[in-house]
C-alpha cells in the first residue's frame, strides 16, 4: 500500500479510522498507542473498583460506629471477620487492646496509659488512610507519565515523516501526513489515559483525606469515653 493509499484508507469520509491509524503505524508508536490504550483501561479498572470500595468501606464503618456507640457490649462488637472488613472497627480495637494491656495489672500512671490509648489509635488511623491511598499511585503515576509518554510517540511519528521526506525526496502532504497523523494520534490516546488519572486522583485523595478525618473524630472519641474509665480505676 503506498503513502497516498495509506491516508486515503485511514479516512471514512472526513473522519480518520483510529483503528486503521493503529495498524498503520510504525512499530514503535504501534507499542506507545497500545502500553497507552493498557494504562487507560486499568485507569478506568482503578476508578470503578475504588469507587465502589470506599463507598463500601464508609458504609460500613457508618454502621458499625453507629452500633458501637448504642450497644453496652462494645467489646462484642470486635469479632475478628468485623476487625478485619471494617477500618472503624480496626481503630477501636486498637484503642480497646492498649486499653486491656495498659489496666491489666492495675493503673500505675493515667496519663502515660492516655497516651498510649491515643498513639494506637492514630496509628491505626494512619494506616487505614495509607492503605487506600496507595491503591492511587497508579492513578498519579499515569496522570504524570502518560502525557510524556505520548509526546515520544509524536516525536517518533515526527522523525518518520521527515525520514520519508528524506527519502522520497518529496516534502508534500502525501508524505509527511501518515506519520504526523500517527504522531498526533500517539498524543491524543496519551492524554485521553492521563485526564481521567489526574482527575481521579484528586477527587479519591480527597475522599481518602475526608475518610481518615472522620476516621479521627472517631478515634477521639473512643479515646475519650476510655480516658473516662481510666479515671474510674
Known amino acids: 500500500m ?34 497507552l490504550i493498557l494504562a487507560s483501561l486499568w485507569v478506568w479498572t482503578i476508578i470503578v473498583s475504588f469507587s465502589l470500595r470506599i463507598g463500601k468501606m464508609e458504609g ?14 462494645r467489646e462484642g462488637l470486635l469479632s475478628k471477620g468485623q476487625r ?12 480497646l487492646d492498649e486499653w486491656k494491656k495498659s ?18 489509635m492514630e496509628g491505626q488511623v494512619a ?23 505520548g509526546l515520544f510517540g509524536t516525536v517518533w511519528g515526527i522523525m518518520n515523516s521527515f525520514f520519508q521526506i528524506g527519502a522520497q525526496e ?13 504522531a498526533l494520534f500517539a498524543t491524543a490516546i496519551g492524554l485521553f489515559a492521563a485526564i481521567p488519572a489526574v482527575i481521579a486522583y484528586n477527587r479519591f485523595s480527597n475522599r481518602v483525606n ?16 476510655l480516658s473516662r474509665e481510666l479515671d474510674k480505676a
Open 170 to 182: 518529496s516534502s508534500s502532504l502525501a508524505v509527511v501526513a501518515p506519520g504526523i497523523s500517527e
Open 103 to 120: 489496666t491489666s495489672g492495675g493503673v500505675r500512671d493515667k496519663a502515660a496509659a492516655r497516651e498510649r490509648i491515643g498513639a494506637a
Open 2 to 35: 503506498t503513502i497516498s493509499a495509506t491516508v486515503l484508507a485511514a479516512a471514512t469520509g472526513t473522519r480518520l479510522d483510529p483503528l486503521e491509524l493503529f495498524l498503520q503505524a510504525d512499530i514503535v508508536v504501534q507499542a506507545v498507542m497500545a502500553g
Open 210 to 225: 475526608r475518610y481518615e478525618a472522620k476516621l479521627q473524630r472517631f478515634a477521639d472519641k473512643v479515646h475519650a469515653g
Open 60 to 73: 460500613r464503618s457508618r454502621d458499625y460506629e453507629h452500633d458501637f456507640w448504642e450497644t453496652p457490649d
Open 84 to 95: 478485619r472488613e471494617v477500618p472503624s472497627a480496626r481503630v477501636a480495637a486498637a484503642g
Open 127 to 149: 494506616h487505614e488512610a495509607d492503605e487506600l491511598a496507595s491503591r492511587l499511585n497508579f492513578l498519579a503515576t499515569t496522570g504524570s507519565v502518560a502525557p510524556f509518554v
